[in-house]
């Protein structure tokens, strides 16, 4: 589904330009649950941003379902964005004004459904996060899991293709990170593909496969061996 | 996304800042609420100038067609019926009614008195007692205003010049056309400048109609039925005239166009009236840059929730359009309430005045307008800001 050939990314123009991605081949099929990891600065944020359509501003070729992502412009990447990427950020990413069924409303209304059509819908994502008849809280009622939790049914509001999350556990403590792991798990084995980046390495050997990068390339791509697969 | 969640999330966003998007309207309330005030103003004394200025009380649509002799020879020259059927004739389903009238004031007359030629200004009077000062003598009596009546009063000045006093005036005998008129009183004119009764002479109207030959008249006065093009109706007519009207030799039709000069006041105070709107609607301008600034601002606090609704799927156009919609509602409502605060205003001060404001469906019609308009234009720039920011960049903070 997602194919990767000869990605390079550079910041900047000329001679200050700084390369971020060398060279980056990656293939990531339907279902799979990928967890990226590396230090700080080594190009993690800037590879899933480009996977999900985020960034369109790379060398080399991206096929997403045979289309080149290299050619989309900022309107078709939005759409494309719209119909098949869920995101999840590190920090939360609510918009704090509006209430949590405004906020998971977003992505459906830019998919241009009306409200009333997706009162159902909004209940059955938020029951689904653990977050039954919360739609008229707003953000800054919830903790960090909660708002976290928000963020990850409005991912899947559209029934993405799959799901991006860039260090979805960075800002929570160790027990609210294992309950968001657990609905990651939950999804995965729903058949959701989930490519997310940590630098945890418990989180990540909750994946079922990990790549690491160092200083903008592919160092090892391995499959998790589970105990209990 | 639909419009009507576009309606809804940009009036959160003004709503979440109630002070700001506030102040933010006065301004184009204000800008807006003077223009609305000076237009209605200036509307209602257009009205009421023109409305004063429409001769005929009964709303018809009249005009008059004059008739000047070219040598004084002619004096007697005028209308006949003949151009009555004339005048008919150019349109017949638009004229109602063509009737010659006789001049009654300042008729240039050549008489004689104390048996010489005298040019004498002369006003016909209906009156026993008109509202002249009498030097000497006595006024009409009830049977010289018929037809075979024969008294006439003279001005003070004709009398001092012609027979040199008040005294030997009395009783003079003055020739009018056919007739032989007996001066029996002697008045000052009165001092208003150009009245009727600044005259040398004055004759009572049917006597002195008695004396005249023809029945001629030096104006026809034309009704046509309503809604009627008078101004080009009348030209018609006077062209008409020129071509084969009965005097036609001996001296000129011409028309004086209460319709050109009604329009030409009224153009006037259109005018005027726009010129001072403008200058008020520069308040509007001034309101104007004031939205773009909060807009710029709103889009630079927002930048967080711009990458939002851009990484979960707006275009850039959408948030344009988001934004847009923000400074157009805040701009509409500061216009509709503009709107009603000038229109109460104009309705205040009118109390003072001798006129009512009249507020257009133009000038409601124009608010909405001008307050988009004003709307689009200053949020165009901040809005393009919005749609144009860099998402990775505004992701990383
Ligand atoms: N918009 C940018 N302009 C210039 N340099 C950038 C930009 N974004 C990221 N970088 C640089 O690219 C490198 C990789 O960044 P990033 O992908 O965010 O790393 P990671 O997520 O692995 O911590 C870093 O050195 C960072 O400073
Ligand atoms: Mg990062």
């Known amino acids: 589904m997602i194919d990767l050939q000869h990605v390079n990314k550079s910041y900047g123009q000329g001679a200050t330009a700084f390369h971020v991605l060398k060279d980056i081949n990656l293939h990531i099929d339907e279902g799979e649950f990928v967890a990226i990891m590396g230090p700080s600065g080594s190009g993690k944020s800037t590879l899933i941003n480009i996977i999900g359509f985020l960034d369109t501003a790379f060398e080399g070729k991206y096929f997403f379902q045979d289309e080149n992502v290299a050619d989309f412009n900022a309107t078709k990447a939005s759409r494309m964005r719209n119909r098949h990427v869920g995101f999840v950020f590190q920090n939360f990413s609510l918009i704090h004004n509006l209430n949590i069924f405004e906020n998971v409303l977003i992505p459906l209304s830019y998919g241009g459904h009306r409200r009333s059509e997706v009162r159902d819908r909004i209940a059955e994502l938020l029951e689904s996060v653990g977050l039954a008849g919360m739609e008229n809280k707003l953000p800054r009622n919830l903790s960090g899991g909660q708002q976290q939790r928000v963020a990850i049914a409005r991912a899947l509001a559209n029934s993405p293709q799959f799901l991006i999350a860039d260090e979805p556990t960075g800002a929570l403590d160790s027990h609210t990170s294992a309950d968001i792991m657990q609905l990651f798990k939950e999804l995965h084995r729903k058949g959701g593909t989930i490519i997310m980046v940590t630098h945890d390495e418990h989180v990540a050997e909750q994946s079922d496969r990990i790549i690491k990068i160092l200083d903008g390339q592919i160092i090892s791509d391995t499959e998790v061996a589970h105990a209990t697969k | ?397």
């Open chain 2, 1 to 397: 996304m639909r419009l009507s969640e576009l309606i809804r999330i940009s009036f959160r966003a003004l709503a979440a800042n109630k002070r700001r998007s506030f102040l933010t309207m006065i301004g184009i309330v204000i800008g807006i609420a003077s223009v609305v005030t000076i237009l209605s103003l200036g509307n209602g004394i257009k009205a009421a100038t023109v409305k004063n200025l429409q001769a005929d009380t009964q709303g018809q649509q009249t005009a008059e067609i004059t008739f000047n002799p070219t040598s004084s020879s002619e004096t007697d020259a005028g209308f006949k019926e003949s151009d009555i059927a004339l005048a008919k004739q150019t349109a017949p389903d638009k004229i109602k009614k063509v009737v010659i009238k006789h001049d009654k004031e300042r008729l240039q007359v050549n008489g004689q008195l104390a048996n010489a030629d005298t040019m004498m200004s002369v006003t016909l009077v209906n009156k026993a007692k008109p509202n002249i000062q009498l030097n000497a003598g006595h006024g009409f009596s009830q049977d010289s205003l018929q037809a075979d009546g024969e008294d006439a009063i003279i001005s003070k000045k004709l009398a001092k010049k012609v027979f040199h006093g008040n005294a030997a005036a009395l009783n003079s005998s003055l020739e009018l056309g056919t007739k032989n008129y007996n001066i029996v009183g002697i008045f000052s004119p009165p001092k208003t400048p150009y009245s009727a009764l600044d005259v040398d002479v004055l004759v009572p109207e049917k006597a002195y109609r008695a004396g005249q030959l023809s029945q001629e008249g030096r104006k026809l006065a034309i009704t046509y039925t309503p809604g009627s093009d008078v101004s080009k109706l009348t030209k018609d007519v006077v062209e008409k005239l020129k071509k084969s009207g009965s005097e036609r030799r001996s001296g000129e039709y011409s028309y004086f166009d209460y319709g050109e000069l009604l329009k030409g006041i009224g153009n006037v105070i259109s005018a005027l009236t726009l010129f001072v709107s403008a200058i008020a609607g520069i308040s509007l301008l001034i309101a104007g840059v004031g939205v773009m600034n909060m807009m710029y601002i709103s889009a630079s606090e927002r930048s967080q929730e711009i990458g939002i609704r851009m990484a979960v799927g707006a275009t850039p156009a959408e948030i344009m359009k988001q934004f847009l919609l923000e400074s157009v509602m805040l701009t509409l409502t500061g216009g509709v309430v503009g709107l009603i605060v000038g229109a109460l205003t104009a309705w205040v001060i009118a109390m003072f005045l001798p006129f009512k404001p009249v507020v257009t469906l133009g000038s409601v019609i124009g608010t909405f307008a001008i307050s988009s308009i004003v709307g689009i234009l200053f949020g165009l720039l901040p809005a393009k800001s919005a749609a144009n920011k860099n998402l990775i960049d505004i992701l990383k903070s």
